[in-house]
């Protein structure tokens, strides 16, 4: 049988992306699960073209909810076609009775433990409408296929060393979507850090570990750094701040190559980080943590998020220079989105604070699909505009740029000069996150969904 995997993407920039850097994990672990029996090809609509005409039988499409449009629009052409349509991913997982409406069967879960079962069943073509997957152990995962990455991603080597994450953000879907938190065997992780067929030096050197939170299981973590220290690998990943005040983690993270590592900061006001249940973030020692990975030459990633009740317009724009006096040397800049199995969903949902008239593609981190507590969704919208093209401009570009000369060894700065160029240049050339207010594409299918569930307010989103 002929399986593509899919791999739903909606651009978020007016102009798309000029590089595109990292791929998800997603499409080449699934493809590597699939029996050897069957071609398999991963498709990510990112930077692929999508062929209706495909010869496979079965298509499987992974997507969250800011995607969900694009692939039911995906989903009736390829039926259309006389095609098996699946699929899988968070917003599957959150709103299987709608996702019902548009494709043949839908994984709900983690799908290691249903994969191959649902292959099976699509082979005899007897899809039952709902798989359950299982959270299990992560023992005999195979490496990722690498090879049927695009050419166009510049980083390839994506590796999971762990899954789940203890904390329970309000925003957040994983410990609902992954539950618990379990690791992969240390030599299967360095099988796949060994693997090294990629075209271009960079490729070969960089490890991006699609961790949600690595460094949690400190005797795992720290066992692994000791086994990747010979390899002599430049890698990056997703940590909780809490690692400022573990040396001996620090130390190793330097000794094995650590380039990078990405912080959900979120908020510089106490009662927003109250809001994300996330008071571990303590606002007094931002800097002092920041400056601890500096003083090993490791690039700080922040992530902050526009939009909790205690935000004003003003609180809002005047975060570029906050992020820049605590040291940050890549921002990272999104809207609150309350996604469906989020308790933040839960909250707009039982105060009537969602956003009825808008689509799914609102829902992606750039866009307003809620009702803002201290101004109108309009002006939430033109705050963090406001923001992003300020810590995007020529000015703190230049300023995080030329910190980054002292503070960060060659693989950190090279990454940090790589993605705020990158940044800076959208802001420069106006490719600002796209406005879906002005852009009707998905107007229909929104239409429809609004109307399919319209008497069951437990799924709907919009």
């Not at 499409?27 to 699939?34: D, F, K, P, S, V």
């Not at 329970?168 to 938190?181: A, D, E, M």
């Not at 692994?224 to 909780?240: D, F, G, N, R, V």
């Not at 995080?400 to 950190?412: P, Q, V, Y």
């Amino acid at each position: 049988m002929n399986i593509d995997i899919i791999v739903v993407y909606i651009p978020r920039y007016e102009r798309g992306h000029e590089i595109h850097f990292v791929p998800p994990i997603t499409g080449i672990h699934l493809a590597a699960l699939t029996p050897a029996s069957h071609n398999v090809k991963v498709i990510h609509q990112q930077t692929d073209q999508i062929n209706f005409d495909t010869d496979a039988d079965l298509i499987a499409l992974s997507f969250f909810s800011g995607f969900a449009p694009e692939a039911y629009r995906l989903a009736k052409e390829f039926k259309k076609r006389g095609k098996m349509v699946i699929a899988g991913g968070p917003h599957a997982t959150f709103s299987p009775k709608e996702t019902l409406n548009f494709v043949d069967s839908v994984i709900i879960g983690e799908s290691e433990s249903v994969w191959s079962t649902m292959i099976q069943d699509a082979e005899r073509n007897a899809l039952k409408k709902i798989y359950y997957g299982q959270a299990t152990a992560l023992e005999n995962i195979p490496t990722p296929r690498y090879d049927l990455l695009s050419s166009r991603f510049f980083v390839k080597r994506v590796v999971q060393a762990t899954r789940g994450c203890p904390n329970h953000c309000s925003f957040c879907t994983v410990p609902t979507l992954n539950p618990g938190f379990r690791t992969r065997p240390i030599a299967d992780v360095i099988s796949d850090i060994k693997y090294n067929d990629f075209r271009y030096w960079w490729q070969k050197k960089v490890v991006w570990f699609w961790d949600d939170n690595l460094t949690i299981k400190r005797n795992y973590i720290k066992k692994l750094l000791e086994e990747m220290i010979p390899l002599k690998k430049w890698w990056l990943t997703q940590a909780s701040m809490d690692i400022a005040n573990d040396s001996e983690l620090l130390d190793l993270m330097k000794k094995s190559g650590c380039i990078g590592i990405f912080f959900g900061i979120e908020s510089f006001d106490e009662n927003s980080l109250k809001d994300a249940q996330k008071t571990s973030n303590k606002i007094g020692e931002y800097r002092k943590s920041i400056k601890e990975l500096h003083k090993r030459g490791i690039c700080v990633m922040a992530g902050f998020i526009s939009g909790f009740d205690s935000d004003s317009k003003e609180s809002i724009e005047k975060m570029a220079k906050q992020l820049n006096d605590i040291g940050v040397d890549v921002p990272f800049l999104s809207i609150l989105t309350p996604y469906r199995g989020t308790a933040a969903y839960q909250q707009f949902l039982q105060k009537e604070r969602l956003c009825k008239g808008k689509g799914w593609e609102f829902f992606n981190g750039y866009n307003v699909g809620f009702i803002p507590a201290k101004m109108t969704g309009e002006e939430l919208l033109l705050s963090h505009r406001k923001l992003w093209s300020s810590a995007f401009s020529a000015e703190y570009t230049a300023v995080r740029l030329f910190r980054s000369l002292f503070t960060l060894r060659l693989g950190a700065f090279l990454m940090c000069l790589f993605m705020n160029v990158f940044y800076c240049f959208k802001a420069t050339t106006k490719n600002y996150p796209k406005n879906f207010e002005n852009d009707d594409t998905y107007r229909d299918i929104s239409k429809k969904i609004v109307d399919i569930m319209h008497d069951d307010s437990s799924n709907l989103g919009c």
